[in-house]
C-alpha cells in the first residue's frame, strides 16, 4: 500500500511520466499554455527541447485568455512554430465562437493551423450534448477559420470526445488526442498528429499558479514535421 502511495505521490508531482517511454519514439515535441502558466520567459521557454506551441486565445463567443496577447507576440519571436487554440463551448453558436477566435488570433507567416479544443467542462462529460448538435456547431466553426485563415483547422479531443463527436467523420481534419496514461489508440483507426502525452512536465522560464506545462509530441520525425509546415503553416500570398 506504501508503495502505491509513493508512486502516485510521484506521478502526481512529474517525477515519473507514464508516459515517457512512448513519447521519446517521437523526437518532435511542444507544449500548449495559457494564462495558468502566468508569466512567460519564451528565451528560456523556447530553450528546452521543444519545437512548437501552442497558445490557448479564446474560449466560447466571447472570452480572451488574458495572457494571449503577451505570448503570441513574444513566442513569434522564438524559432518555434507557433499556433492558437480556442476552448470550444457547447454553450455557444460555432460561428459567433469562430468570430471571437478570429477577431482575437491575427495570423503571421508560418504559424500553425488554429485549433479547436473540443473537450469536457461543468456537467458536459456526465450529461454531454447531442451529437447533431454539436456537429453543426463544431463545422460552423470550422468552416470560418478555414475560410480566414486559408488553413484547416486541428481538432484537439480528448478519447471520450473523440469518441462521442468526431469518430468515423472529420477525416480531413488533424487530430491532436490526449492520453496521459497510454499510447492513444483511436476508435476508428485513425492516425493522430498531435499526442498531449502529460500535463504534468516542469520546466524552467514561467511563474503562475500552474507549475505545470502539457507537452505533446508529433507523430513523426524532423523531417517529417518540417513537411508539415510547409503544407500546414499561414502564407500570406
Known sequence: MACCIAFFALVWNGVIILNNFSADQYPVKGIDVSSYQGEIDWGILSSQNISFAFIKATEGSSFVDQCFSYNYEEAKKTELAVGAYHFFSYDSEGQKQAENFINTV?????????????????DKEENPPEREYVDEQLKAMLDALEEHYQLKPIIYATEKSYELYLSG???????WIRNVITKPKLSDDREWTFWQYTNREKFDGYVGQEKYIDVNVFNGD???FNAYLQL???RND
Open 169 to 175: 467523420d472529420y477525416e480531413e481534419y488533424d487530430i
Open 232 to 234: 500546414n503553416s499561414y
Open 106 to 122: 491575427a495570423p503571421y507567416e508560418g504559424m500553425l493551423p488554429p485549433v479547436i479544443d473540443l473537450e469536457f467542462y461543468g
Open 222 to 224: 524532423v523531417e517529417d
